[in-house]
């Protein structure tokens, strides 16, 4: 009976029922519902704060809501726990093993039963964000207190002996750094210049450049650089240069990926495209607690290259 109700249902037919439902659906969740095409509409789950934002994208078949097929849901959601993910598989299941072609539209039965099921899983996600923010804001708190004493004691002492740069974040992979007397000497001092900021999804990129044709410039830029308080505090400080030593007639060039893997050889790369000779370019990351995959690296180039 299903099937040849189908089959009686004219394409104006159908549009009219997808067009009430779409009416429909932006009147209940205004911005949140999206029309991404002809046959595919997007809503978001309304993550709760501290979450990976999570939306549903609905793929419409030839004939929905009358014919056989159902409506394909894709998740968007760059949360990998796996409690979350066996939820979601679990709902999606259920969704497609109901589907029965109908009259009148299933999106919003499917979107409410997705919300209920999803908003606990996500809300677990959530509190262990928080708590690990608040692990974090305390580490950074320690280290930033540790940064501080051994940078005044540096002062105090003119340099003596150098000085070891102690990270915020090692558990991101970021080291120690220690500097030699010869990056206090003021005969290495340069121009430092700073960009502007990008955002993504909590996370801050700042890039910060400064011209150099010695190791003493470099060594005074770096350490400059990560004397400035919220540059500190960064969860990653990716830097790369090079410039031509004219004494012995060589280039030199190195990078550092600062605990964000692969990162300071992009930026290598990024200065031998340019053409750019004789700069230290560093990016500063602090992590918002949201992966941001391969974009990050963008963001980073992109910062970079803004600047320079």
């Known amino acids: 009976a299903a099937r040849g109700q189908s089959?009686?249902?004219?394409?104006?037919?159908?549009?009219?029922?997808?067009?009430?439902?779409r009416a429909t659906l932006d009147a209940i969740y205004g911005p949140e519902f999206e029309v991404l095409g002809p046959s595919e509409w997007r809503i978001?789950?309304?993550?709760?704060?501290?979450?990976?934002?999570?939306?549903?994208?609905?793929?419409?078949?030839?004939g929905y809501p009358m014919g056989q097929d159902p409506p394909v849901p894709i998740l968007e959601c760059e949360c990998h726990d796996e409690g979350f993910q066996t939820v979601a598989s679990s709902v999606f299941a259920d969704l497609l093993g109901q589907w029965e072609p109908v009259n009148e539209g299933?999106?919003?039965?499917?979107?409410?039963?997705?919300?209920?099921?999803?908003?606990?899983?996500?809300?677990?996600?959530?509190?262990?964000?928080?708590?690990r923010l608040v692990e974090r804001d305390e580490l950074l708190a320690a280290a930033f207190a540790e940064a501080e004493s051994s940078?005044?004691?540096?002062?105090?002492?003119?340099?003596?002996?150098?000085f070891t740069f102690l990270p915020a974040n090692p558990q991101y992979g970021q080291r120690r750094r220690h500097f030699e007397e010869l990056s206090f000497d003021s005969g290495n001092a340069v121009e430092i210049r700073h960009g502007e900021p990008i955002v993504d999804r909590k996370s801050t990129f700042i890039a910060h450049a400064a011209r150099v044709a010695s190791e003493g410039q470099v060594q005074w830029a770096l350490r400059e650089m990560l004397s400035d308080k919220k540059v500190a505090v960064a969860t990653h400080n990716?830097?790369?240069?090079?410039?031509?030593?004219?004494?012995?007639?060589?280039?030199?060039?190195?990078?550092d990926d600062d605990g964000e893997d692969?990162?300071?050889?992009?930026?290598a790369q990024l200065l031998s495209m340019a053409g750019c000779e004789g700069v230290l370019v560093m990016v500063s990351r602090w992590y918002g607690g949201i992966q941001l995959g391969g974009d990050r690296f963008k963001h980073i180039n992109r910062a970079a290259s803004l600047l320079l």
């Open 7 to 21: 089959s009686q249902a004219t394409s104006a037919e159908l549009e009219a029922v997808r067009e009430e439902e």
């Open 44 to 62: 978001d789950l309304a993550s709760p704060a501290n979450a990976p934002p999570a939306a549903v994208r609905i793929l419409l078949p030839e």
């Open 106 to 131: 299933c999106i919003f039965q499917w979107v409410e039963q997705l919300r209920g099921a999803l908003q606990p899983a996500l809300e677990e996600v959530a509190s262990v964000a928080v708590a």
């Open 151 to 162: 940078a005044e004691a540096a002062r105090q002492f003119g340099g003596g002996g150098g």
């Open 238 to 255: 990716i830097f790369a240069y090079r410039y031509m030593d004219e004494a012995r007639g060589v280039q030199v060039a190195d990078n």
């Open 262 to 267: 692969g990162a300071g050889s992009k930026l």
